[in-house]
């Protein structure tokens, strides 16, 4: 269970450049996953390009190696181009090519390419895929994979894959979090982790707008189905009255999802008008991966997330509530 694809080791052991991407707007284990990475991959003496489509949110800026990451387009087919045959492609933790984001294409266009991730529904893209939906994030993947290639985890390293795993095990409490994943955060620790700086860093870091967001957007929450379902919102008005971004809104849902009758939470974002990208987190059986992947969207069984154009925030949260009654059998 804890050991890769023995054919992905070897891919990877077999290659000298390696280039990393992952999905848009990267949470912590994206990066995480793809910061640890990066440094164990030097570390075998391997030429690394850390790729992502925009520079590093400021909630994740305490990353070790963030100043490397590449985000132009140029950079990587130079990169490409350089490695010729000796190039690898790994992108993590992404369930389909499309999140990727806008140059999905060109990143895919780097061959070989390998996948690695943990989400439920991952459409298998690459040449390669080492895809476990069990498993807390892919952050432990990584870990995995450095112990199956001999490798060396810094204390680097172990503070980005310890970032990782602490992101989406919400604080080890999710369903996912295993004796192994409380083993690997131990080795993580062993190699000079704090976890205390690590949660600070990720959690108690609010600017004063992001506080004044998270009232604004509690305000809106609207209870239904005697308050099984819980749905909060956030505008682009909100956003321009705090002086905050959409990367402000990260972990709200957790406050809607933590009343006790709460089975699923929703968040409802405009990232602009008559364009929302829905959350979704579930407690229990619910499994809202239907959903999401229902509106053409993916992610787990008890936190996932979809898209929607051409409907407004109302219309929605009309369209989601049927659905949920039924996967609620409610
Ligand atoms: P979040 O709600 O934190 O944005 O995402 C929760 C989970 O759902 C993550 O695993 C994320 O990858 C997935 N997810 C969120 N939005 C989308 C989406 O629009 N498409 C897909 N395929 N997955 C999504
Ligand atoms: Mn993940």
Not at 87 to 92: A, M, P, R, S, Y
Not at 155 to 182: K, V
Not at 231 to 257: A, G, H, S
């Given at each position: 269970m804890?050991?890769?694809?023995?054919?992905?080791?070897?891919?990877?052991?077999?290659?000298?450049?390696?280039l990393?991407?992952?999905?848009?707007?990267?949470?912590?284990?994206?990066?995480?996953?793809?910061?640890?990475?990066?440094?164990?991959?030097?570390?075998?003496?391997?030429?690394?390009?850390?790729?992502?489509?925009?520079?590093?949110?400021?909630?994740?800026?305490?990353?070790?190696?963030?100043?490397?990451?590449?985000?132009?387009?140029?950079?990587?087919?130079?990169?490409?181009?350089?490695?010729?045959?000796?190039?690898?492609?790994?992108?993590?933790?992404?369930?389909?090519?499309?999140?990727?984001?806008?140059?999905?294409?060109?990143?895919?266009a780097?061959?070989?390419?390998?996948?690695?991730?943990?989400?439920?529904?991952?459409?298998?893209?690459?040449?390669?895929?080492?895809?476990?939906?069990?498993?807390?994030?892919?952050g432990?993947?990584?870990?995995?994979?450095a112990?199956?290639?001999?490798?060396?985890?810094?204390?680097?390293?172990?503070?980005?894959?310890?970032?990782?795993?602490?992101?989406?095990?919400?604080?080890?409490?999710?369903?996912?979090?295993?004796?192994?994943?409380?083993?690997?955060?131990?080795?993580?620790?062993?190699?000079?982790?704090?976890?205390?700086?690590?949660?600070?860093?990720?959690?108690?870091?609010?600017?004063?707008g992001?506080?004044?967001?998270?009232?604004?957007?509690?305000?809106?929450?609207?209870?239904?189905?005697?308050?099984?379902?819980?749905?909060?919102?956030?505008?682009?008005?909100?956003?321009?009255?705090t002086?905050?971004?959409?990367?402000?809104?990260?972990?709200?849902?957790?406050?809607?999802?933590?009343?006790?009758?709460?089975?699923v939470?929703?968040?409802?974002?405009?990232?602009?008008?008559?364009?929302?990208?829905?959350?979704?987190?579930?407690?229990?059986?619910?499994?809202?991966?239907?959903?999401?992947?229902?509106?053409?969207?993916?992610?787990?069984?008890?936190?996932?997330?979809?898209?929607?154009?051409?409907?407004?925030?109302?219309?929605?949260?009309?369209?989601?509530?049927?659905?949920?009654?039924?996967?609620?059998?409610?």
């Amino acid at each position: 269970m804890s050991s890769p694809d023995p054919s992905i080791v070897a891919t990877v052991r077999s290659k000298g450049h390696v280039l990393l991407a992952t999905h848009f707007n990267p949470d912590g284990d994206a990066l995480g996953s793809l910061l640890g990475l990066a440094d164990v991959l030097e570390g075998l003496g391997k030429r690394v390009l850390r790729y992502l489509e925009e520079p590093v949110s400021h909630l994740y800026r305490f990353l070790p190696g963030c100043g490397q990451i590449q985000t132009d387009m140029a950079k990587v087919k130079e990169f490409a181009a350089m490695a010729g045959d000796d190039l690898l492609t790994i992108c993590l933790d992404c369930g389909e090519e499309k999140r990727l984001g806008r140059h999905h294409g060109e990143l895919t266009a780097c061959r070989p390419l390998i996948v690695i991730d943990h989400h439920q529904g991952n459409n298998g893209f690459g040449d390669g895929a080492w895809i476990e939906p069990h498993r807390s994030s892919t952050g432990e993947m990584i870990f995995d994979l450095a112990m199956a290639l001999g490798a060396e985890v810094s204390a680097r390293a172990a503070e980005c894959l310890y970032a990782a795993i602490n992101t989406d095990t919400g604080s080890f409490r999710y369903e996912s979090t295993s004796s192994h994943t409380f083993a690997v955060a131990s080795e993580l620790v062993r190699r000079g982790v704090r976890p205390e700086t690590v949660a600070t860093n990720l959690y108690d870091n609010y600017t004063l707008g992001r506080l004044r967001l998270m009232q604004e957007v509690l305000a809106t929450l609207e209870m239904h189905e005697r308050d099984r379902i819980a749905i909060i919102r956030v505008t682009q008005k909100m956003l321009e009255r705090t002086y905050t971004t959409m990367l402000d809104t990260e972990y709200f849902i957790n406050f809607p999802r933590a009343v006790t009758s709460v089975r699923v939470a929703v968040f409802l974002k405009e990232i602009e008008p008559n364009h929302v990208s829905v959350s979704l987190r579930a407690k229990g059986q619910c499994d809202v991966a239907v959903i999401a992947n229902h509106f053409g969207g993916g992610g787990h069984r008890n936190a996932s997330g979809f898209r929607v154009k051409g409907q407004n925030l109302d219309a929605v949260r009309d369209a989601l509530l049927p659905l949920l009654c039924r996967e609620m059998q409610i």
